[in-house]
């Protein structure tokens, strides 16, 4: 059985970085192709970027309201997936899955002043 | 860029009805097209993959059809357990969801 389980979330100012996990099981996260997706609060899933799988290259692509403030990072030895994320804005405030057509849980950030 | 525009962003039904929720790609995506139910606090579950082919262990009771830029979201017989929000997702090289479907009983 597949688990995705996020962790990482909290409360974060304005500016400042927070960097979130994705642990998998039943999954060898270097074999997919690994999303982040948020859902704000009273809002629709939003797709934040991805990582392909090791075979198609490893590289990395993002969607434009999140591209130069977050990274997505894997480390294959622990089978996790990272989602660092920078100089955050109170619009970044919300859940974060990570998805491969199997999801996890979410964990909740929360941009505040 | 694709836009996704999914249709109703809500609908109430009875139980036993069949409820149909559309999915229309701003421009040719072929099948590439997944469902998805999304209960509060729970993680989404996909339902349907490829357009219609249904994931294995989901309820027959779902299914998807269309290609091209129209697709089609059904649910033959409504049950309780089904009040959710449903999105479509289109994925390539990138994934766009739809604006969801709030599924409620009447």
């Known amino acids: 059985e597949v688990q995705l389980v996020e962790s990482g979330g909290g409360l974060v100012k304005p500016g400042g970085s927070l960097r979130l996990s994705c642990a998998a099981s039943?999954?060898?996260?270097?074999?997919?192709?690994m999303s982040w997706v948020r859902q704000a609060p009273g809002k629709g899933l939003e797709w934040i970027g991805h990582i392909r799988s090791e075979a198609d290259g490893g590289t990395t692509d993002y969607a434009a309201p999140v591209k130069g403030r977050f990274t997505i990072s894997r480390d294959d030895s622990k089978n996790t997936l990272y989602l660092q994320m920078n100089s955050l804005k109170t619009e970044d405030t919300g859940v974060y899955y990570c998805m491969t057509g199997y999801w996890g849980q979410g964990t909740q950030v929360t941009v505040s002043s | 860029d694709i836009q996704m525009t999914q249709s109703p962003s809500s609908l109430s039904a009875s139980v036993g009805d069949r409820v149909t929720i559309t999915c229309q790609a701003s421009q040719v995506i072929n099948n590439y097209l997944n469902w998805f139910q999304h209960k509060p606090g729970k993680a989404p579950k996909l339902l349907i993959y490829d357009a219609s082919i249904l994931e294995a262990g989901v309820s027959s009771r779902f299914s998807g059809s269309g290609s091209g830029t129209d697709f089609t979201f059904t649910i033959s017989s409504l049950q309780p357990e089904d009040i959710a929000t449903y999105y479509c997702q289109y994925y390539d090289s990138l994934l766009i969801f739809g604006g969801g479907t709030k599924v409620e009983i009447k």
């Open positions: 039943g999954l060898t996260l270097s074999e997919a192709w």
